[in-house]
């Protein structure tokens, strides 16, 4: 089954069940596959386009909230955090930390990379290994500690 059709028939039931706040972020997915499609050549988007899309989405909201907190306005903050988790039900599981260190640690190794000069190096493989399963911020900081 499709992701579109997926957020059709989760939108069909967020509409009888009157959940707002999970139909805002069904919209807001189905509008930005919408754009990806109608902006590119016409063609079918992929599997790792649909998850970058929804990543994207999880980061805006996730940067919103925080900024929300900062400004001591819970209010505006919860709906935030509460599209995420709607939108994270659509993404594949998210590795742990101490799993994304293990299979980086392995990239490490097998490469043969040391100091931070090779960051950009480790961080495309693990980047492509990783994709749609950690989050690039937190790729980044393990890659960072493993090479100093």
Not at 23 to 43: F, N
Not at 110 to 134: C, H, P, R, T, Y
Not at 135 to 140: A, E, H, L, Y
């Amino acid at each position: 089954m499709s992701l579109q059709t997926k957020i059709m028939d989760e939108m069909k039931t967020a509409m009888k069940a009157k959940d707002t706040v999970a139909l805002e972020a069904l919209r807001a997915i189905k509008s930005e596959i919408l754009l990806a499609q109608t902006s590119g050549a016409g063609q079918e988007l992929k599997e790792e386009d649909e998850i970058k899309i929804l990543q994207k989405l999880v980061k805006q909201r996730k940067d919103s909230a925080a900024i929300f907190s900062e400004q001591g306005r819970a209010d505006l903050a919860e709906p935030e955090l509460a599209q995420v988790a709607v939108i994270e039900k659509f993404l594949p599981v998210q590795l742990s930390e101490a799993e994304v260190e293990t299979i980086i640690a392995k990239i490490i190794a097998d490469g043969g990379f040391s100091g931070m000069g090779s960051m950009g190096q480790v961080m495309g493989a693990a980047s492509k290994e990783l994709a749609g399963k950690a989050d690039g911020k937190t790729i980044s900081t393990i890659v960072k500690k493993l090479l100093t």
